[in-house]
Structures are given as structure tokens and as C-alpha cells.
């Protein structure tokens, strides 16, 4: 019988906000794995809506309505740095399409290349396969915020018709860039 060591694995994103396919993804990574961090990032590429502060509240309220216990943390460095920093094994990546695939395809041998790490990858449920942090602004700024309550858990809800609130030209900035991409 193999001798097996608990692993520690990443679940990476900038969770902008955190969705119900994210903790699904998370959910079942987490039965694969000894330790599981959810590691909120930056992407250079990508404007923000919420903090990081922000963010980390939303998916840490999220998780305990569910009963999920992992861990939650920031970082600002690669991915692969930040996954080698703490000791994870693997990148736990959602699939929600063949263009998220070729993407995140190469993504993987790159970091298995210049990382030494592996990719795990999890295939969306098919209930949140189309969920995207664009489609959820766009679906906010509508003014239909009733129809989140299928994509984001209540905190992410919370979270974002407080922004709608407080700073709607911001939702709007957001969405109007995405479309010009």
C-alpha cells in the first residue's frame, strides 16, 4: 500500500467577486487535497471591482455558510512563486470551456516547465459553466440584481449592490472596458 503524505494544492483567482461555480470548484477541490488555500491574486491585466480586503471578505463569508473549511489568503508575487513559497503541489484550475482549456492547456506546461508544479484540473458544473465576472456586472449594472442569486453566494450579492450603491460608474467602467476586448 502506497504511503500517502497529506499535499497542500492552490486554488489561484482574482475572485472578483467569488461566484457559486468558484465554490463549487473549491468544494470539490477540497476532497482532493490534505490542505487547500484559496489564493486571491491580481491580474496586471484586469481592472478590479472590490479590494483585496474586499474580496477576501466575501469568499471567507461564502465558505463558512457552506460549512467549507480551507484556507484564504492574499499574495501579489507569480502564482507558481507564491505556490512554491507555501509548499503546494498542485494548481487547482476550473474548466468552464474549451477556450478556458487552451488557455489554461498552456498555462499548465508552462508552469510544469518552469515550476516543477502540476495543474489539476476540474470541469465547471454545468449549472455555472457560462458564470463570468463580466457576465455578473453586466447582468448588476442591468439593475436586475435579482437574477445573482443563481451565480454568487449572498455575500457576493450583498457586496456588489452595495457597489452598485456607492459607485455604479464603476460597475459601468468595468463592463464598458470588457466590451471594447
Do not use: C, W
Not at 472578483?16 to 470548484?25: A, C, F, S, Y
Not at 466575501?58 to 467549507?68: H, K, P, Q, R
Not at 468552464?96 to 470541469?123: G, S
Request: hydrophobic share 45%; glycine share 4%; aromatic share 6%.
Amino acid at each position: 500500500m502506497a504511503n500517502h503524505t497529506p499535499t497542500k494544492a492552490i486554488f489561484p483567482g482574482t475572485f472578483d467577486p467569488v461566484t457559486l461555480g468558484h465554490i463549487d470548484i473549491i468544494r470539490r477541490a477540497q476532497g482532493l487535497f490534505g490542505q487547500l488555500v484559496v489564493a486571491i491574486g491580481s491580474n496586471p491585466t484586469k481592472r478590479e471591482l472590490f479590494t483585496v480586503e474586499q474580496r477576501k471578505a466575501m469568499i471567507t463569508d461564502a465558505l463558512a455558510a457552506e460549512d467549507i473549511a480551507v484556507t484564504v489568503e492574499a499574495y501579489d508575487d507569480l502564482t507558481v512563486d507564491y505556490a512554491r513559497r507555501i509548499g503546494a503541489v498542485a494548481i487547482v484550475r476550473g474548466i468552464r470551456n474549451y477556450t478556458d482549456l487552451q488557455f489554461e492547456f498552456q498555462l499548465a506546461l508552462t508552469n510544469r516547465a518552469v515550476a516543477d508544479i502540476e495543474t489539476v484540473f476540474i470541469m465547471a458544473d454545468e449549472r455555472y459553466g457560462f458564470t463570468s465576472s463580466t457576465l455578473i456586472k453586466q447582468i448588476a449594472v442591468s439593475g436586475h440584481t435579482e437574477h445573482l442569486r443563481n451565480l454568487l453566494p449572498a455575500a457576493s450579492i450583498e457586496q456588489v449592490e452595495r457597489k452598485l450603491i456607492e459607485d455604479r460608474a464603476s460597475i459601468e467602467a468595468l463592463t464598458n472596458d470588457q466590451h471594447k476586448q
